[in-house]
């Protein structure tokens, strides 16, 4: 696949953009749906690289779209059954967005990030070297880098603009924004479909490190799985295979990426800086070997 058919910005002149974000873009189509579209945009330290990787708002659109049937039992989320060609009529409109997009129920998000972790590495090693702890909540002496956690985690953390970072927050702080029932059941529902994801996805030979959900209302209050659900850009995915406590294992996420740009001498603010073709290309491969592997029928 060349960048040549790689989504950076998707153009839908008929609908009104309400947000591009870091990777998706996002239309207003009535006052009850929205049209997502993501895109083959890659942020990494919260900040936009420069470059598409092709393929790649496919795979997660595809990814999620599975992971959202497989956890319906558990939450409803914010598909909605509107047809795209009812959405976007055009033809050759529809031919750009590919299977980049999905029409969404609107819903109010909610002011959160629910982060769940399974292992021990990026920031949560980093923070329990320096306290034993991660995100405040102590954990067991002795492990190493990458190490099984005795139980997931439960370490939100607010929601950061374009270019800013996302800041850890306490449960207590959740309970604050949120109210004490409806954080009780944002953790509660996010523990639950980590875990059981995390299960079959190691049955498919893939580890899910850790990964972050995104949660909003309806009119009603009722709780709904929104955004995307368990994708590589989303998560840690790690081949259980090559999987050993004591490094940090490869990866199919957009860790691959990230492991590049440290070695760069950049203070990971934008401007970001280009990557190489190979970095690309590898990339993209990751990202559909792991959608390969989650969603194979076998």
């Known amino acids: 696949m060349s960048e040549n058919s790689a989504l950076y910005e998707s153009s839908i002149p008929h609908l009104k953009l309400s947000n591009r974000g870091k990777v998706r873009d996002i239309y207003q189509v009535d006052d009850e749906h929205m049209l997502i579209v993501a ?20 795979v997660l659109t595809r990814v999620a779209n599975f992971w959202f049937n497989r956890t319906r039992e558990i939450i409803p989320n914010h598909l909605s059954n509107k047809p795209l060609q009812e959405v976007v009529p055009d033809p050759d409109e529809r031919a750009q967005l590919g299977a980049r997009a999905s029409v969404v129920r609107k819903l109010k998000p909610l002011p959160v990030e629910a982060i769940v972790r399974g292992y021990l590495i990026g920031s949560g090693w980093k923070d329990y070297q320096n306290s034993g702890a991660v995100c405040g909540i102590q954990l067991p002496t002795g492990l190493r880098q990458a190490d099984k956690l005795p ?4 370490t939100p953390s607010t929601k950061a603009e374009i270019g800013s970072h996302d800041m850890n927050i306490s449960f207590d702080q959740t309970v604050d924004l949120l109210g004490k029932a409806l954080a ?48 590589p850009d989303s998560s840690r995915f790690w081949p259980a295979d090559q999987y050993r406590p004591g490094i940090s294992p490869p990866s199919f996420d957009k860790q691959f990426v990230r492991d590049y740009l440290e070695t760069l001498d950049w203070n990971k603010a934008p401007p970001a800086p280009y990557l190489p073709r190979e970095i690309i290309d590898r990339t993209a491969e990751k990202y559909r070997e792991a959608e390969t592997r989650l969603t194979a029928s076998t």
């Open 184 to 231: 009780e059941q944002v953790r509660d529902a996010s523990i639950r479909i980590y875990t059981e994801c995390a299960a079959y996805a190691l049955a498919k030979g893939i580890i899910i490190a850790d990964t972050k959900f995104e949660f909003g209302q309806d009119s009603k209050g009722r709780l709904y799985l929104i955004d995307e659900v368990l994708t």
């Open 151 to 154: 139980e997931a985690i439960y």
């Open 39 to 58: 895109s083959d945009r890659l942020s990494a330290f919260d900040v936009v690289l420069p470059q598409p990787i092709p393929g790649k708002g496919e």
